[in-house]
């Protein structure tokens, strides 16, 4: 799927294992062409979002799956530090949770992030794929219907 000429970075933050594989395997089936990256925890998402250069154009955005409930540093946890960064970082990425809880307060909470675009259950699907890309090129072309007009 080339959702642009610079398809989206993909990155599952989830310390299942089989989740991974089952993104990897999703992601393949539609036929995505980006860069996949894996991480099992928090920590290690945040990390990746600290060290990146944000003023790079070869991943102008960035989706973010994110498992709420994981060891060393949850989901939650790296919401709250990921708000705290200053919006030119946060502006790389796009944040969806991806999770096993069916709790409506843990829903409600995600939605009270600003930085959450959207919540879904576990496994990943390709509907879900489909809407958040439709989203992106939606995305896409309004920054470069902005762009052109603000020039």
């Given at each position: 799927m080339n959702v642009t000429n610079h398809p989206p970075e993909i990155i599952l933050i989830d310390d299942d294992p089989l989740q991974h594989l089952i993104c990897k395997k999703i992601l393949s089936n539609v036929g995505f062409n980006g860069d996949f990256r894996s991480y099992f925890t928090g920590l290690e998402g945040i990390n990746h979002v600290l060290t990146q250069n944000h003023t790079r154009s070869e991943h102008p955005n960035t989706?973010?799956?994110?498992?709420?409930?994981?060891?060393?540093?949850?989901?939650?946890e790296f919401l709250r530090r990921?708000?705290?960064?200053?919006?030119r970082i946060k502006s790389n990425y796009s944040i969806y949770i991806l999770t096993s809880s069916i709790l409506n307060s843990e829903r409600k909470n995600a939605a009270s992030y600003k930085e959450v675009l959207g919540y879904f259950q576990k496994p990943l699907l390709t509907e879900y794929?489909?809407?958040?890309?439709?989203?992106?090129?939606?995305?896409?072309?309004?920054?470069?219907?902005?762009?052109t007009v603000l020039k």
């Open positions: 989706i973010v799956f994110l498992d709420l409930n994981m060891p060393i540093m949850d989901g939650w990921f708000k705290k960064l200053e919006q794929l489909d809407w958040i890309f439709q989203d992106f090129k939606k995305a896409r072309s309004l920054g470069t219907i902005l762009n």
